[in-house]
């Protein structure tokens, strides 16, 4: 899964189809909504990709999860 570490700008949340945040601490956490500069909420679905990563970690570091 390629993934990348970057700064995004708000014109470009409008594309996203899936998104996640990690650390050491919580692991791989979904990110389901962002609110938009007009108060509106961008709903996300939890993707395939997210759930792929979910399962790495918690296969090869079962107390991560």
Do not use: K
């Not at 570490?5 to 956490?29: H, K, P, T, W, Y």
């Not at 997210?50 to 079962?62: D, E, G, M, V």
Request: hydrophobic share 35%.
């Amino acid at each position: 899964i390629a993934c990348t570490i970057d700064r995004i700008e708000r014109a470009q949340l409008q594309q996203v189809r899936e998104m996640f945040s990690c650390n050491s601490v919580r692991g791989i956490v979904p990110i389901t909504g962002i609110i938009s500069q007009n108060s509106t909420m961008q709903t996300l679905t939890i993707g395939n990709n997210t759930h792929a990563l979910q399962n790495a970690l918690h296969h090869y570091f079962p107390s991560a999860s």
